[in-house]
């Protein structure tokens, strides 16, 4: 019909057209969608030709009516444009209406004319649309599974089992915000037969509402079900629809299952007492532990029962309903009963029976006994052993004879006992810095330590693991700055049977510390040995029951000689007493203690030196010092090899009478034993001479480099500073390429510098130097790999 008129007013344009003066000719804008967030029609003008003779130009209006869908962006505008030929114009006149074709978007072209007096009028078609549609967050990418924990009351779907579930979808529009329609599809297996053959929408009269919030730009929606409501166990299906009113939606769509997860509930018996049989053994079902058991959906008569002794397994028992239980087992006994429904959901409860042997079935047990040495074979006495029974009441001690062995009395349970030992007196017993040099070198990787024992030992603080904090706690205590490890009792215990799966990384599981649940039998005397271990005494050399302080090493002939000076007391004068060390070359490390009479000297303060001073202890109620100090890079050909002597640390006295030093100052080995390790590592003794002070070597002399091969990612550079000092290092390869560079400035004594080398750094050699301002020294680094 539209067709036909626009035909027909065509017609009698062109028909005018001849029998009346064309005044303009106008092609009017194209109708058009614009897309957008908010799309926006902006203006395109009609083309206008000018053919008549006036001297004003054709007037245009344009009017806007905008239609927008329901609070969104999208919409149409009907845009209508008017045309004047002001030379012909009564105000009394109407628009000729050209009407909008329907078969097209191309704007009409037409004539203003004597006849339409040049006055006509236009609607322009524009639709606004925004083409992006709605974003879901979190639409499950696979099935979503909701536990029910209720209890069914199996009216809502007859006899089927139901549980709650939450259904809701958050969704967003970039263009439209939370100004969402939402709704839903819902297939369900209403029957539980597996096939999902009950479909519901959320425009059906009788369906759930959705209920929706909004925070910020986001709108949650969630079915709104009735209080008590569920679904039948089984499988279902949701499909989530989110429209944004401009014709785009976005579909969220997931399975969700409805499943039992309550495990039924079990009451035990509280106890049982039953006489084991003459044969020495006595069964017993799990029905005889079962007061009741009841499940939210399995009836009672399809739940299965099953039994276990505590401990001895994790599940359902499937297929066992009896526990049977002997000789080695009188006294209280725990079990676990157990009751799983048709899903699979499995709950127990745990309760007793004490086995009793009232008519002497049983042969008397025999008590534990044993012995403890130590790792080369020393017997330890008065290590203090518990002997507790985990089958009832009671607790019993005894202690390790000199031979190091141990028995319990007649009468004690041997069977299913906690045996545990323990010894936390003298901790510095067999500790000296001889074991911390051990220590270090394992760490370092110049001399490992042969057994699994040292190596626990060598773990002074207790955290698995060797490193500096182990070594600093076995210096303070055997210079007495401490009377034990903090973290760690004097001796431990481990079970000789225990194998270390790797000896030379016993750290790398758990072994058995101090105790171990015994179960031997109450027919066969099991001895049970343990292992002993001193903590701190890295090379073994502990004598049990000799109660010195410290180690017992062999010592050799000769003496390592400590000088102080030749010097006077005045009185009121301040006295600086540098202690130097005996020649380096065949040292590697060294302890003593100096006593100065009070009655002389009053000790002002300690100056380090080569002995840091965390490895120095001060007594000064007690009018005494101690020092240690080791070097592991001395083990290594490429260690310490000038045979010099360094300053230990000066000690600096107020004066309070006259006297000659040598008189007031003695090493008596009070505190810590005077003795020095030589490279081979045997222990020599230690004094204190007085003579007239030498001059101090360079620095050059003590420069030192460990492990040297390395064969992991960490070097460390040892050297001895007389004064304080400007020294840097530079790490480079053979082609002069630096691999790392340090400089700082040091106090006089003895430090430590570590470099961590590159990682990826390939096998080969390496130049590290070290400058000051007495020269240059230069060391060869062989990196293995």
């Not at 130009?57 to 149409?76: A, P, R």
Request: with cysteine.
């Amino acid at each position: 019909m539209r067709t036909l008129l626009l035909a027909f007013v065509l017609q009698i344009s062109l028909s005018a057209a001849l029998h009346s003066q064309v005044y303009y000719t106008v092609k009017f804008p194209d109708d058009r969608t614009v897309y957008g967030c908010p799309a926006k029609a902006d203006t395109i003008w009609p083309e206008i030709t000018k053919l008549g003779n006036c001297s004003f130009n054709v007037g245009v209006s344009i009017k806007d009516e905008v239609f927008y869908t329901s609070g969104t962006n999208c919409g149409k505008v009907l845009r209508t444009w008017k045309l004047n030929w002001w030379c012909d114009y009564n105000p009394n006149w109407f628009p000729t209406i050209i009407p909008n074709p329907g078969n097209t978007d191309i704007g009409v072209t037409v004539q203003g004319n004597s006849t339409n007096h040049g006055f006509i009028q236009y609607t322009q078609i524009i639709k606004l649309l925004d083409p992006v549609p709605p974003v879901i967050f979190g639409c499950p990418a696979g099935p979503v599974t909701f536990c029910d924990l209720t209890n069914n009351d199996l009216t809502q779907y007859g006899a089927l089992c139901e549980g709650p579930v939450k259904l809701e979808v958050r969704a967003s529009d970039a263009c439209s915000k939370s100004n969402l329609m939402m709704s839903y599809r819902l297939f369900l297996d209403l029957d539980a037969n597996g096939s999902m053959e009950t479909y519901l929408s959320s425009s059906s009269p009788t369906a759930w509402p959705i209920e929706t919030t909004v925070q910020g730009d986001t709108l949650t929606g969630k079915i709104k079900f009735p209080a008590g409501h569920g679904f039948p166990y089984g499988k279902h299906k949701i499909e989530w629809i989110v429209n944004d009113n401009c014709g785009n939606e976005t579909l969220c769509k997931y399975e969700f299952i409805v499943k039992d997860c309550k495990p039924p509930t079990v009451v035990c018996i509280n106890g049982l007492s039953i006489n084991i049989m003459q044969t020495g053994m006595i069964t017993l079902w799990d029905t005889d532990f079962l007061k009741q058991t009841y499940d939210n959906c399995t009836p009672t008569n399809q739940l299965k029962i099953g039994i276990r002794k505590i401990g001895t397994g994790t599940g359902f028992p499937t297929d066992i309903h009896s526990v049977t239980f002997d000789c080695t087992e009188l006294g209280l006994q725990e079990v676990e009963v157990w009751s799983q429904d048709a899903f699979g959901n499995a709950g127990y409860c745990v309760t007793y029976v004490i086995i009793q042997d009232n008519s002497g079935s049983c042969p008397p047990p025999t008590p534990p006994s044993g012995n403890i040495k130590t790792a080369s074979s020393k017997p330890l006495v008065g290590a203090k052993l518990t002997l507790k029974s985990t089958n009832g009441p009671g607790q019993w001690t005894t202690l390790t004879d000199p031979n190091g062995a141990y028995a319990f009395a007649a009468g004690m349970p041997a069977c299913k006992v906690l045996l545990s030992v323990a010894l936390d007196t003298l901790a510095k017993q067999g500790v000296n810095t001889l074991d911390a040099l051990l220590a270090a070198a394992h760490i370092a990787g110049f001399q490992p330590l042969a057994s699994p024992y040292q190596i626990i030992a060598a773990d002074a603080n207790h955290d698995g693991l060797l490193d500096g904090d182990d070594l600093l706690d076995i210096i303070q205590l055997v210079t007495a700055q401490t009377g034990k490890f903090p973290e760690h009792a004097a001796w431990m215990f481990i079970p000789q049977d225990f194998v270390f799966p790797d000896p030379q990384h016993p750290f790398s599981m758990v072994f058995p510390e101090n105790m171990e649940l015994k179960s031997p039998g109450c027919y066969q005397n099991a001895p049970e040995h343990f292992v002993a271990v001193k903590v701190g005494d890295v090379n073994e050399s502990v004598v049990p029951g000799q109660f010195n302080s410290e180690g017992n090493e062999d010592r050799l002939g000769e003496t390592a000689v400590f000088t102080a000076p030749k010097a006077k007391c005045l009185t009121g004068v301040e006295l600086r007493v540098p202690i130097q060390t005996p020649a380096l070359a065949n040292i590697a490390g060294f302890q003593f203690t100096l006593d100065y009479d009070p009655a002389y000297l009053v000790l002002d303060h300690v100056e380090p030196g080569l002995v840091p001073t965390s490895w120095t202890g001060v007594f000064p109620n007690e009018h005494s010092i101690t020092g240690s100090w080791y070097s592991p890079g001395v083990l290594n050909p490429n260690g310490i090899g000038k045979n010099e002597r360094k300053t230990a640390f000066t000690l600096v006295f107020r004066v309070l009478q006259d006297a000659s030093l040598s008189k007031v100052l003695k090493m008596t080995g009070a505190k810590t034993q005077n003795e020095a390790y030589t490279r081979k590592l045997s222990t020599v003794g230690a004094v204190l001479e007085f003579a007239k002070p030498q001059s101090s070597p360079s620095d050059m002399d003590s420069y030192a480099v460990y492990p040297n091969p390395v064969h992991d990612q960490q070097v460390v550079a040892s050297f001895f500073l007389d004064e304080m000092d400007d020294v840097s290092f530079t790490l480079a390869d053979p082609s002069g390429n630096v691999v790392r560079a340090t400089n700082a400035t040091f106090a006089p004594g003895f430090h430590e510098v570590k470099f961590e080398l590159p990682a990826g750094t390939t096998a080969g050699m390496l130049f590290l130097q070290m400058q000051t301002t007495h020269g240059t020294a230069v060391k060869k680094v062989v990196v293995q790999r």
